[in-house]
């Protein structure tokens, strides 16, 4: 027999009724506010990112969500001075789990202005105080402490969507979805990523860098194809998600991941604002600021060569060289792919040119 949750709406609010059903008991409880088709959506793939870098690298993991894509995923460590200043949480002591969730929401604060943020464990006081404050649609997690709870309830006067999900809860290995009447039918993917095995002449990993392949590799399990997501410190630090074209994510993932490197500056810390300014219109004035050409060009270029070690994952083979002349620009030295493209010769030999290590796993991590 289904347990039914009724829905706000569908994907738009014409689309009504909408509900979400399953077999057997439903796996989600709501602790407060009243879910949509695409909050769930969100939610449960959220969760789904979330539960998969918690197993693999036994640390507190959060992600946040914007239709469907990640904007960011991180694991619980602590964040250096400028990062905690360029995610706004300077003024903040930071358990393992809020810290993965301001590293996550900090790899782009503005994709993730109205997020839905999932996390993989019990919701502290700490990170509901972090999520009250910022401007999200809702939360997933496996449970709240009262306190936590509580304060998320006065959020959005009392409409901020709280969901709680069973941990326990293993879907079918059958999935299936209906378009246009049809009914698709696949077994679920979520077995193990491999690393794979090193096809550059240089083949040594650090610990730190496995650590990030895995992230960008787990996070592009849950991301519309095609997809490349770059990594460091363990977190994502540049999603190019939905493009036809791999080095149109390349390109995107890159360019985000410098980005995210450009608000650490000291001229976008020190950046001055009027007062009473909200935290997105200050993360407005940062992103307006740099890409109105600051910092000027060879103080923007001495800053970004001081990133490098950063690690690469592409959801599919990369098909030409030109992806990797662009990662190799951008300091990427680390790079995941399923290999299996007829110019994977050529792919490596531009690889061994920027002394990179590059892995080639055999598994593709299309999602749609």
């Not at 910092?295 to 001081?306: K, V, Y």
Request: with cysteine.
């Amino acid at each position: 027999m289904a347990d039914v949750l009724p829905l706000r709406y569908g994907l738009n609010p014409d689309q009504q009724p909408a509900r979400a059903l399953v077999q057997g008991t439903m796996p989600l409880r709501v602790n407060g506010g009243t879910p949509g088709y695409i909050n769930l959506l969100d939610a449960l793939q959220a969760w789904q990112l979330v539960r998969a870098l918690r197993a693999a690298t036994d640390l507190p993991a959060a992600a946040s969500f914007k239709h469907t894509t990640p904007a960011g995923a991180a694991v619980g460590l602590p964040l250096p001075a400028g990062l905690a200043a360029a995610c706004r949480v300077e003024d903040l002591e930071l358990t393992a789990l809020a810290a993965a969730y301001a590293r996550a929401r900090g790899a782009d604060r503005m994709a993730s202005f109205g997020d839905f943020a999932a996390l993989s464990d019990p919701v502290d006081d700490a990170t509901a105080h972090l999520l009250a404050r910022e401007v999200s649609d809702g939360v997933i997690a496996p449970g709240y402490e009262p306190e936590a709870l509580a304060r998320l309830r006065r959020k959005k006067g009392g409409a901020y969507l709280i969901l709680e999900i069973d941990p326990d809860w293993r879907p079918p290995a059958l999935e299936r979805r209906e378009v246009f009447g049809i009914t698709l039918e696949q077994p679920r993917a979520d077995g193990p990523i491999p690393l794979g095995e090193a096809v550059t002449h240089r083949g040594e990993i650090p610990a730190a860098a496995q650590r990030d392949l895995r992230i960008a590799a787990i996070t592009l399990r849950y991301t519309p194809s095609n997809s490349v997501c770059v990594a460091w410190d363990g977190q994502t630090i540049g999603v190019g998600a939905g493009q036809q074209s791999r080095i149109h994510c390349t390109r995107l993932a890159c360019d985000k991941a410098e980005a995210w490197w450009l608000r650490q500056h000291p001229r976008a810390l020190a950046m001055a604002f009027p007062p009473g300014s909200s935290r997105p219109a200050r993360d407005n004035a940062v992103d307006a600021w740099l890409h109105d050409g600051n910092p000027p060009p060879q103080e923007r270029a001495r800053w970004l060569a001081r990133l490098s070690g950063l690690a690469l994952a592409s959801d599919g083979f990369i098909p030409f060289r030109d992806n990797i002349d662009r990662a190799a620009r951008s300091g990427v030295r680390y790079v995941w792919q399923p290999g299996g493209s007829t110019r994977d010769a050529e792919v490596t030999a531009a690889a061994d040119a920027h002394d990179m290590v590059m892995l080639c796993s055999g598994l593709r991590l299309f999602h749609h």
